[in-house]
């Protein structure tokens, strides 16, 4: 009994749907009906930089002989913490969004050195962004994995010019693994951001990172059907509303077999991610996806030494079909060594529902 309740003691145990963390100043401007709003979705990968090869980023179907070939890492280092938080905060400045969705942000994490990160981003952009919402989805105060083995803290994060007025964290179904070994996993989440417009209803801006390491188990479909059920209520309140995040997913219409052959088994053959495509609008089109020039939608390069250049899609931005997408675009050329993933850049312009 007393083990039990020192792994429930150490671990993270959030509601269903809970209030997130929120800080805004009262004085912050809000939005206007009509506006364009420009929004900059990125997995930072917890500033861990592109200089390492992680100890889960070889493939999962490689043999142990094959994998002591490579050299891996647990941790980053404090100086590829730095560097990376200096390149994260450039690209935001250089493209100035109005909000900023980030995923894998480290708060105080043994892996990462303690590192204020959300602290040390805002120092870096300077006050820009005065509202701030953010929620854990891995906290543990010592996670007992032998490439772990500290604490973690990890959140997603929302930057806004403007006011937040409310937040919220939504709990996604886990994968179905033994109460220890979800003690200590991700509970992945999605981050809702309400912003009051003038003269209009508000603006809700979802966050999310779904699951990965899921394969014969159906938590993607479970994962994208909470999701489906949250943006249906959002129309029915007849709101405005993006949702951007790493889902882990292809496109509609990308086989598995389509990308490096070591990353297939992550994939299944027809795509978790359809329903929200067929119900939805997104950013980037299912024929862009598909399409000849999908080269240039890809936002995803591997950290593994096999893998030489980007081969995927695996994040997005979806809308709701009053909100007007007035240009969308992945920032690949200045970007690939700073995470795994490309940062996704999309004005919009606000109407009414």
């Known amino acids: 009994m007393s083990l039990w309740l020192l792994v429930y003691a150490i671990t993270f145990h959030p509601a ?17 009906l009509n506006q364009t709003v420009r929004v900059l979705n990125w997995n930072v990968q917890y500033m861990g930089s592109k200089n390492n090869v992680f100890w889960y980023d070889l493939p999962i179907n490689m043999s142990a002989e094959e994998k002591a070939k490579y050299t891996t890492v647990d941790y980053p280092s404090q100086s590829d913490i730095t560097s990376t938080l200096d390149e994260v905060a450039r690209v935001i400045k250089d ?78 179904p886990l994968i179905p693994q033994s109460w220890l070994q979800q003690q200590f996993n991700l509970k992945r989440a999605v981050l809702e951001s309400r912003l009051p417009v003038k003269n209009g209803t508000p603006f809700v801006a979802l ?27 959002l129309d029915k309140e007849k709101l405005n509303w993006i949702l951007g995040g790493d889902f882990n997913l292809l496109p509609p219409g990308i086989s598995n077999k389509m990308v490096h052959p070591t990353a297939e088994a992550y994939y299944n053959e027809v795509s978790e991610i359809e329903p929200l495509f067929a119900s939805y609008a997104s950013v980037f089109t299912t024929k862009e996806l598909q399409g000849p020039d999908r080269a240039r939608y890809f936002s995803y390069l591997s950290n593994s030494p096999l893998v030489e250049e980007m081969d995927r899609t695996i994040d997005y931005i979806f809308h709701a079909r009053s909100v007007v997408v007035k240009g969308g675009r992945v920032r690949q050329k200045d970007t690939q060594k700073i995470s795994d993933h490309m940062p996704l850049i999309a004005d919009f312009s606000l109407t009414k529902p």
């Not at 269903?16 to 963390?21: H, N």
Request: glycine share 4%; aromatic share 6%.
């Open 16 to 32: 269903d749907v809970q209030a997130a963390e929120l800080q805004c100043p009262a004085e912050t401007p809000e939005l206007s």
């Open 95 to 172: 493209e100035n969004p109005d909000l900023v969705m980030l995923q894998e942000v480290d708060q105080n994490s043994g892996r990462t050195h303690n590192v204020d990160q959300v602290a040390e981003l805002q120092q870096r952009l300077g006050g820009a962004y005065p509202c701030q919402s953010e929620a854990y989805y891995w906290k543990a105060s010592f996670v007992p994995h032998p490439n772990i083995a500290t604490s973690v803290g990890m959140k997603l994060l929302t930057l806004s010019k403007y006011k937040i007025e409310s937040a919220t964290r939504h709990q996604l």
């Open 207 to 233: 966050n999310t990172h779904l699951s990965a390491f899921s394969q014969g188990s159906d938590t993607m479909e479970k994962q994208i059907a909470k999701l489906n059920s949250l943006l249906q209520g």
